[in-house]
């Protein structure tokens, strides 16, 4: 067994990010400027995005989009329920109603079909959500979308870097919002990046960051001025040079970080695949996927244990997990308010009860991954059924 704690998910900075945030820090511009701005022209390079825009948080460019698009009261938003609340708090935010639907039973991702069987008249947009990195099913969410004129707002918190048949999740003229929490494949500690056609960017500008006309984030500066003109009641979700500094470095590491993610991946691919008391996730194909998450499911009818047993059991190991998500028709706000039932999503309520969230990290090294595929084998090995 392992001496140390193996914790989940630390993040990784290099001395190129703490360089860079000590030059931000010792300069005479600290929040958002010049650094955010090579931040949102380089990942929109990356990601061959029509535009970029910088932000806070992937759940403010949510918001961003959604509010941005015009969506509000009277409105419904069709979204996963297997998700980050993030993704449907948005939605409740704009007055809309999300309207959940389940997902595939192979990727985890928002069913098509089940899209379409939600519309009605006051459908406005789609929401779907990237999960653990594995492209959804776009081709026929735009296809549903483009025939009814309705928005599609991709949740791409997982999704850097990710390709769907070709496409590079992010390069598409609709709204594709980023994650860099701490955690995932780039982090800037908080942030997040908003994509998609520059006009609308242009006006997403202006929702962001107080509803003020112009170039206001340079009022201070010398090419600014004093005079702006607020334009509507917008939020305070820009983000600052001294997180850009941490993405900007993150960003040209990404690719071989990425190859490290795939080699981990690998290793449990090699050791899971035939243990029958396994499910390893699948990457279809024709898509890239960005390995956010490594989401294992287990087998009921192999096992005497279940799910929750099988966390404690490796965490009595030395082994951090975790589940994502709990589906959020179970969750109280939304399960009172529309009167759900752990039923009535039957693929994501049965796949959550079964799924663990394996480390997966760049701090790992191949002895770490050894770990977890030795304290997984050895938690089976002894409740096998
Ligand atoms: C699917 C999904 N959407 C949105 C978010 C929100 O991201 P952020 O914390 O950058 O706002 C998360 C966070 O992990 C997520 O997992």
Redesign the pocket.
């Known amino acids: 067994m392992r001496k140390e704690f193996l914790p989940f998910s630390p993040p990784l900075i290099g001395e190129d990010e703490i360089r860079e945030v000590v030059d931000t820090l010792r300069s005479d511009w600290i929040t958002t400027g010049p650094k955010t701005r090579k931040f949102e022209e380089d990942f929109a390079r990356f990601v061959h995005a029509p535009g970029a825009l910088a932000l806070n ?4 460019g ?1 918001h961003t989009a959604l509010v941005t698009a015009g969506v509000g009261p009277g409105d419904e938003v069709i979204t996963t329920t297997l ?2 609340a ?2 449907a708090n948005v939605i409740e935010q704009t007055g809309a109603r999300p309207v959940l639907v389940d997902v595939e039973p192979d990727t985890l991702n928002i069913d098509p079909t089940r899209v379409e069987a939600a519309l009605s008249e006051k459908t406005k947009a789609v929401m779907p ?1 990237h ?1 653990a990195g594995h492209p959804a099913d776009m081709d026929a969410i735009l296809d549903l979308a483009g025939s009814r004129g309705l928005l599609v707002v991709e ?1 791409a ?2 999704a850097l870097p990710a390709r769907y048949r070709g496409r590079v999740v992010g390069s598409g003229d609709n709204p594709a ?1 980023f ?3 701490a ?2 494949n780039l982090t800037t500690g ?3 990046m908003l994509t998609g056609d520059p006009g609308f960017l242009e006006k997403a500008r202006v929702v962001s960051l107080h509803g003020m006309s112009r170039d206001a984030w340079k009022r201070y500066d010398q090419a600014g001025g004093w005079f702006y003109e607020v334009v509507l009641p917008g939020f305070k979700y820009n983000m600052t040079d001294i997180q850009a500094s941490l993405g900007l470095h993150q960003l040209a590491k990404l690719e071989s970080y990425q190859k490290r993610r795939r080699e981990i991946v690998a290793l449990y691919g090699e050791a899971f695949r035939d243990e029958e008391a396994l499910e390893i996730p699948v990457e279809r194909e024709n898509v890239d996927h960005a390995w956010y998450l490594y989401v294992l499911r287990l087998v009921p009818e192999a096992l005497t244990i279940h799910r929750d047993r099988f966390i404690e059991e490796l965490k009595a190991l030395n082994i951090g997990t975790s589940v ?2 709990i589906p959020l028709h179970v969750h109280p706000y939304y399960r009172e308010k529309y009167r759900y039932g752990k039923e009535d999503f039957p693929v994501a309520w049965k796949n959550f009860e079964r799924m663990v969230s394996l480390p997966l990290n760049l701090r790992m090294t191949d002895g770490d991954a050894g770990d977890v595929v030795e304290a997984v084998r050895d938690v089976i090995r002894r409740y096998r059924r």
């Not at 948080?57 to 403010?60: E, G, H, R």
């Open positions: 948080s992937c759940t403010a949510l998700t980050f993030a993704t959500v999960f949740d918190a997982h919002s994650s860099f929490y955690t995932k908080e942030g997040g994502h998500f």
